[in-house]
Structure formats: C-alpha cells, structure tokens
C-alpha cells in the first residue's frame, strides 16, 4: 500500500465538504458525446457515450460511474475530458436504467453485476481486435470493474490493457452500515440515493404488478431495507446479506492479472478503512493500492477556489497512459 502525495484543498476541510462539492458544486467539464444504445444478450439495453479520440485507433477508455450516477456525472465528465486531453477515445456506459430513461426489463443493476460490463467490453473488442481498451470505474462501478477483473483473470480479451478504480467499496455490508448509521451526514447521503432507488423501484412496480411490494419500497428508509426488499429477490439473492457478501469486491483483488490501481481516502464517509484489501494487494503483482490521507469519496479535491484540481482523475490518466506506454515499449 502506498500513501500518494496528495494535498487535500484548505477551503475544504473534513471529508464531507469535499464529497459534497465533488458531487454537486465543482465546474463541469462539458464533453461533447455522441450516445448509442447497445442492445444487450437478454433484450435489455445500455446506453453508451462516446467520444472520439487523437487517431481512429486511439486506446479507448471505458467508463463506469457509481450508485445512481449516469454518463452526465461530474466525476464521469471530468475523467472523460482529462483522457480526451491524452488523446483516448471514451466509452461512458450507463447503467441500466441510468441513463434518463427505464430499461425494458425488470431487474436492474447492482454492485456485483458484471455481465454488463463484460458485454461493453467484449463489443468493443470486437470492434477492432488491435486497438487499446483502458478501464475506470467509481464507487459502485469500481466495485463491478474490480470483480470483473478477479473473475475472469487471464480470461479477458487481449486488448485489455489496465484499470483504475477509485472509492470502491471493497466490502458492501461495512458500506451499508455506514450509510444506515445515526448522525446528520449518513443521513445525507443514505436519503439522496434512497430516493432515487425508491422511485425507480415504484415505476418498476407499476410496470411489473404483483413482484415489488410498493407499500414497503415507500416505508424503506434504509440500505438494509431496500437491499432485502428490491436488489436480492430481483437479482437471485437469498437476502440483502447475501448480496453484500457475494458481491463484495475484496475477495476478487487476488485474482486480478491485469494493471490495476486502486485509489482510496483513508477518510472516505462511505468506505472504511477496515474495507481495504490491503494484504491481497501487497500479494498481487498487478494491483496498486494508493491510500490518501484525506479527499472524500469520488473527491480528492486539491488547488485553491478559484482553480481547483481533481488528484484521482490525474492519477489514473497517468496510471492509464504509463501502463499503455509500457506496452508499447
């Protein structure tokens, strides 16, 4: 594990000025995507944002956001124009459901679905077999990205080059009782993603009568609730425990083949510490795990007001870069 020279910005001290002006206040970066809709093996569908890179066989950097996030996230845009910048082509994939619009079928996405990702992959791929793919992923989709690369080891298309994963949650039961905790902040952050999950999950309801209990998705006031109401029943888990555990990301680290960076804050509001794959890491070849000092999740603020910086997304272009530098070498 290394601890990265990383200066949190003054203006933002603790760890939820920083998260909170990450998510909803710092400038945005305004990409100009060009967006398609994928049709995925089981009649679902993804909609992915593009954009075009340096040369027609630019590497291309695939792009997961996190809980209730979308392609139009501030973290989203800010990665995708830092690798315009270095010449990349971009892929920001959306969620089911994520992406303004509902997906056809009932299930949804959760932390340990892979399959999507896999498919994104696997297209792309197949679109030119001798052009660089690069991957990145935020909180929930560092989590999917993370579990994808223990699962499938050296099983992974060859033009797969490395990946970055940042505030992941490593362990989704120490995640969810973070966010059901007592206090103001946990409170923040549990109710502006349940509200968005509650919604969905009644329009689903409404679509599909008879498989989700409306009355209860509105009485859920919890992760632990929502989780064991909607996420396990309708993605074939026994029970919101159930999920956390086979979908924890932790337990994958190990069988990770490909360059992997992991960038964590020691004082991340929604990741603790305790969650930190530390000693698979240290055992993995191909797995860095820089942990801060400070910077939030999906933060890493540093600079001053009037000029902010956003550390993780310039470490992982120049992780990306390096790694793809290498190879060519």
């Given at each position: ?51 075009d ?8 950097l ?8 979308s ?12 690798a ?9 994939w ?92 946990p ?25 989700i ?19 396990a029943?309708?993605?074939?888990f ?6 956390w555990?086979?979908?924890s990301?932790?337990?994958?680290v ?42 939030g999740h999906?933060?890493f603020?540093s ?15 120049d ?11």
């Amino acid at each position: 594990m290394r601890s990265p020279a990383f200066q949190r910005a003054a203006w933002l001290p603790g760890p939820h000025l920083g998260t909170v002006y990450a998510s909803v206040a710092r400038p945005l970066p305004r990409p100009r995507f060009r967006r398609e809709r994928w049709d995925l093996p089981d009649g679902d569908f993804v909609d992915v944002d593009r954009l075009d890179g340096a040369s027609g066989r630019a590497p291309v950097l695939v792009i997961s956001h996190g809980l209730e996030g979308s392609s139009r996230a501030s973290y989203v845009r800010g990665l995708a124009a830092a690798a315009s910048r270095r010449g990349f082509a971009v892929a920001a994939w959306n969620f089911r459901g994520c992406s303004g619009e509902p997906n056809r079928l009932l299930r949804q996405y959760h932390s340990g679905d892979t399959g999507d990702l896999g498919a994104i992959v696997d297209r792309l791929s197949a679109e030119d077999p001798d052009r660089s793919i690069a991957l990145a992923g935020f909180s929930l989709g560092g989590n999917q990205l993370v579990k994808w690369l223990g699962e499938r080891g050296d099983d992974l298309p060859a033009a797969v080059r490395s990946a970055v994963a940042i505030s992941v949650p490593f362990d989704l039961a120490l995640c969810a009782t973070a966010l059901d905790g007592p206090g103001f902040w946990p409170w923040v952050y549990r109710e502006r993603f349940l509200r968005r999950l509650r919604r969905k999950a009644l329009r689903k309801a409404a679509d599909h009568p008879g498989r989700i209990d409306a009355d209860a998705v509105r009485r859920t006031t919890t992760f632990s609730g929502y989780d064991g109401l909607v996420t396990a029943p309708l993605h074939g888990f026994e029970s919101a425990e159930d999920y956390w555990t086979r979908s924890s990301s932790a337990q994958f680290v190990a069988g990770v083949r490909r360059p992997l960076l992991l960038l964590s804050a020691d004082d991340d509001p929604l990741v603790s510490p305790r969650s930190l794959p530390v000693e698979a890491a240290a055992r993995n070849q191909a797995v860095t795990l820089e942990v801060t000092s400070g910077g939030g999740h999906v933060a890493f603020v540093s600079g001053a007001p009037w000029r902010p910086r956003f550390w993780a997304e310039e470490r992982a272009m120049d992780f990306l870069a390096g790694c793809l530098d290498g190879a060519r070498a």
